[in-house]
């Protein structure tokens, strides 16, 4: 296994429970960290600080999660200027925390339609997520561009897109992240896309064709654990796994989801990059 990667698992699907007995469990099933929902208004980070350092677990990143009245590219400004408060927000809920990193996605969640044409909307997105990413840069937290499949967005779909974004953005601690849930629907060569990334790539989402965990569907991740061996990520690979709802946040408590895909996924990826030279 590269040295330089580690394994994560998102807390989002874990609904219904203390946030200690989340965090107890993927301590124990030998993670070295976990991603936390970017909520802060309803967070305590001092607490969350402290059960991480308790159960010795780094914060990879802070999921971010985009809703009409944080969308970056609308086209009231007013909203765009909440956006980019939220993500500044994110990145004080991440330094307390001591996560390294924030999802950005420019527009709101399952929004499909365009507000104005695509130039204007990436122009506004660069603008955005750069005045988000200068905050973020001076407390030392990444920014990470995350595409979404066609269902869930219209504007950043494939990691190349991503990345043209993050090029025109260029600021350091702003790059791209790649989750092979979307990939999978998107992307014609998932390990090739992760490679051509290269040293942009700077966070990825781990979960299978049907947001369960690795092995669970019909993605083949040894090519992909195998690209990002070769471009030498070092970074964290974040199960994002959510239940099989066309409202996959609607908060249902799905069981398989906690103990059995918390295991599974660990057990297949250290199995997975151990193979792997």
């Known amino acids: 296994m590269s040295k330089g990667i580690q394994f994560s698992y998102n807390t989002l699907v874990y609904t219904g429970e203390e946030m200690e007995q989340g965090i107890r469990r993927i301590a124990g099933f030998g993670y070295d960290a976990a991603e936390f929902v970017g909520e802060p208004d309803h967070m305590n980070p001092h607490n969350i600080r402290h059960l991480l350092e308790k159960y010795k677990l780094e914060a990879s990143s802070i999921c971010a999660i985009y809703t009409p009245e944080r969308d970056l590219v609308s086209s009231r400004l007013e909203i765009r200027n909440q956006a980019i408060q939220y993500v500044k927000q ?129 993605i083949d991740f040894r090519p992909i654990a195998q690209a990002l061996v070769d471009i030498g990520y070092e970074g964290y690979i974040s199960m994002e796994l959510l239940p099989p709802f066309a409202d996959p946040f609607s908060g249902v408590r799905c069981e398989e989801f906690y103990d059995l895909y918390t295991k599974q996924s660990i057990d297949n990826l250290r199995a997975l990059f151990a193979s792997i030279s």
């Open 90 to 218: 994110c990145v004080d809920f991440a330094k307390t925390i001591g996560a390294k990193g924030i999802s950005v996605t420019p527009t709101a969640n399952m929004k499909i339609h365009a507000e104005a044409d695509r130039d204007t909307e990436l122009k506004w997105a660069v603008q955005g997520i750069k005045e988000a990413g200068l905050y973020a840069g001076e407390h030392g937290i990444r920014l990470t561009v995350e595409p979404w499949n066609r269902y869930e967005t219209y504007l950043i779909n494939r990691l190349e897109q991503s990345l043209e974004l993050v090029n025109e953005i260029n600021l350091p601690n702003v790059g791209c992240m790649g989750d092979t849930y979307h990939m999978n629907i998107e992307e014609i060569d998932i390990a090739e896309a992760f490679r051509k990334a290269g040293d942009k790539l700077y966070y990825v989402h781990f979960a299978d064709s049907n947001r369960a965990a690795p092995g669970s569907g019909h």
